[in-house]
Every structure is written in C-alpha cells, then in structure tokens.
C-alpha cells in the first residue's frame, strides 16, 4: 500500500474546512482512492436521502454505478444489508452467494465482479450510508485493506458530519439532499456530453470535472450550466483531459454555491 497516497488521502477526507468545499467531488475522491488504496476494482457510494432511502452519489467507474443502481431497484445486495444492519457484509465468492441474493449475484458477476466488501458508513448509532468495493476476482480482501477501507468511510462520515455542524445546519438531511440534487445534475450532464463528444460516460465524468477544476467551479454549477444550456462547453474535449492522479485534492478554492 502506498503509504504517501493514504496520508495524502485522510487529508483530503478531513479538510472540509476550505472554501468552496463540494460534497460531490469530495465522495468522488472517496471512492477513487479506495480503488488506489486496497485490491478492489472499483468502489461505489450510498447515502441515505431525508426519507432514509438510499441513493447513489458516488462511483469509480460506471460499472460501479449501474450495479449500485441494480441494487436499489431489486431492494437487494450487501450495500443495503449493510446500511440496514450497519455492520460490514463480505461475499468473497459472489458465484456461491446467489441464494442469498439472487438478482444482484448475475447482475455483479454480468458486470465483471467476483466479490464485494461493503462497509458501514457510521458514527455511533447513526448510519447515513455504505462504501461497497469490488473485487475482479474471488477472494476476500486483507485484514488490513478492510481496517483501512473502514477507516476511510469513518473518516468522511465524519467529515460529512462536521460540515454539517460548521455549516450550522439543522440536519444531515440538508446537505445529504442538495448532494443528492447535484448528483441527478451531474449525471444528466454526463449523457449529454457523452452523446455530444461520442465519448462513454465514464470519459465525459472525467472532461467535466477536470474542466470544473481548471475553472476553479463547482462541479455541480458547472454540470447545470452545461445542462440549461448557458455553458455550451464547446472547447472541450477529451484529449486535453487527464484522470485523477494521487495526491489530486478538492479544489482549494472555489466559490459556494448560492
């Protein structure tokens, strides 16, 4: 594990005290780092909206993301077992986890994944969401990939939480909602891209949030501009893009969001 990439992580993970500070973006870094960090393939995020259903914020690949949906629409999988439970839920060998979860076991092994860890994402009694992480192959993840994992959920729940507080928001809900808006932007944004620069979903995430950096914007304004049409993003394209490299951060600063 690269010990230099881990330290610059927790960083990023406790630094919400800098201006402009985007929930999206910081949960993107989460789940990006869990793929450099630990032996998983990919990693997706669900966050609890006001009604404590579960939605999808974050993902490293679209892959990641399309399951994570699967799992809500089949009200099925082990990010939801263990968002329900608030405890980790392991499946080392999804082939000989299909009675447990009949749907979402194809769905994953369709979509190239052999196991899954999923870990709480928790503080105290309070659960707001889950990290699921997944694995290429079978084979469960190393003692110290999941204390590590764990520890980077923790950490941006409490960081999540913290914001919250110095935000002097009444509750979690607030800002878990306009992160869950901005996500329903974001991914609109992302197909209309797509189509327009012939480019798959994954490659246009990336145009669009390099080009929020480079402009030092909110990803989500950035991505509703491009929307409504008042940001045509006509220079863009995705030779000049570059995905994130260890020891990229949230931008430092940005202007909130009104």
């Known amino acids: 594990m690269d010990g230099e990439l881990l330290s610059a992580t927790f960083v990023e993970l406790t630094d919400t005290l800098v201006a402009g500070f985007d929930v999206i973006d910081f949960l993107h870094v ?3 780092r869990s793929v450099q960090l630990l032996d998983v393939s990919a990693a997706g995020l669900l966050l609890a909206d006001p009604r404590g259903d579960l939605r999808v914020v974050a993902a490293s690949s679209e892959a990641a993301r399309l ?16 968002f329900r439970t608030g405890r980790a839920v392991q499946a080392a060998d999804l082939a000989a986890a299909e009675r447990r979860w009949p749907r979402f076991v194809p769905a994953a092994r369709a979509a ?18 889950a990290l699921n992480l997944f694995r290429a192959g079978p084979g469960t993840l190393a003692p110290a990939d999941i204390r590590v994992g764990q520890a980077l959920a923790d950490v941006a729940t409490i960081s999540l939480l913290h914001e919250r507080s110095m935000r002097h928001s009444d509750t979690l809900n607030e800002q878990l909602q306009t992160a869950l808006n901005s996500r329903v932007i974001i991914e609109q944004a992302k197909g209309k891209l797509a189509e327009r620069l012939g480019v798959d979903t994954d490659q246009a995430f990336s ?7 480079t402009s030092n914007r909110r ?5 509703r501009a491009f929307v409504d049409g008042t940001e045509p993003l006509t220079s863009l394209n995705v030779s000049k893009t570059r995905p994130p490299r260890p020891g990229d951060g949230p931008p430092r600063s940005q202007p909130r969001a009104g």
């Open 30 to 32: 989460l789940t990006n």
């Open 112 to 129: 190239g994944f052999g196991a899954v860890q999923a870990l709480p994402m928790r503080l105290r009694e309070q659960v707001i969401g």
């Open 219 to 223: 990803l989500s304004d950035l991505a």
């Open 67 to 82: 399951l994570e949906l699967f799992q809500l629409q089949n009200d099925q999988g082990p990010c939801l077992d263990c």
């Open 207 to 213: 145009v669009l949030r390099d080009r929020a950096r």
